[in-house]
């Protein structure tokens, strides 16, 4: 951080920060995305965005929080820096630099482990509702603390991660294992972070669950007579069929079906809208216009 005067820009009860923008390569950048958060009300304020990444902002007297996320096109890198605490007595010049940040690397030593999500959390209390933000992945991110290294007692940053095993589709349903990894720092943001970790550093919770027992579908039809009558059904690669024999009199039919699970020894039963149909119109792919039976899918 860099000190300069503005002699001519005092303000009571207040004062002038300019912010410079750096990428990864110390050009100067647009590409930012800045907030000061103020301390005691909590108000967040979004910094402008400048294409050459330098912009003055006047705040109140007390204390605020500068967060900023400079992102780097040429090298696909992000950057986050924080300085907690800004409350300078006069007028300030911060430079935002990127160059300062390093990258974040956290993952288990197993290696079929694969991030299922990832993130940097910072959060600072105030006296309104506090403030949250974070930035999802480690690829390609760095971090850093800038300013003083001044205590922050109410201020905290977290680097968070789950790792799990990816099925054959490439997700991660019924993965053997899950990794729950949480570095929490309290007064700071570190300036990058790097840690491996063996399954002997970490706590094991071994679940089992119940398999959800299989759903009992059954489909009833009423030839408009205010009575339902059962339907047979047979399995098919593809679903159910459901047989119907209806009578060579009957205008429309209606079908509704019923789906029963049982869990935890309660029984929980869905019932859909009747569908009512004309028997002489098309009914599933066929036409049924003066057949007596019918497989209807």
Partial sequence: MIGLTF???AIPNGYHVALTHRDRNGALT??????????????VRNVPNEADGTVTMRLDAG????????????????SLLVQPVLDPAADRHIDVDARL?????????????VSAQAA??????????????MVPGFRGLSTARIGPSRAAPVFTSAVVADFTQPGPDGDFTDSPYVYHLTWVHHGTLPTGFR????????????????AAPPARLSVEVSFDDKTW???RLTRTAHGWTAHLHHPAGAGFVSLQRRVQTLSNGLQARRRTAPKRLAVAGQLGAGNISGARDRAVR
Wanted: glycine residues 10%.
């Fill in 63 to 78: 204390g605020h929080l500068l967060r900023s996320v400079v992102r780097s096109p040429s090298t696909g890198e992000t």
């Fill in 229 to 231: 009558l059962p339907v």
């Fill in 7 to 9: 002699p001519a820009m």
């Fill in 120 to 133: 940097v959390v910072v959060a600072q209390e105030t006296g309104g509702a506090g403030y949250v933000d």
């Fill in 195 to 210: 840690r491996t970790v063996a399954d002997h550093e970490l706590a094991t919770v071994i679940a089992s669950h119940a």
């Fill in 101 to 113: 940040a390093r990258p974040v690397v956290a993952r288990p030593e197993r290696a079929s482990a």
């Fill in 30 to 43: 647009g590409t930012y995305g800045s907030v000061l958060v103020d301390l005691e009300s909590g108000e």
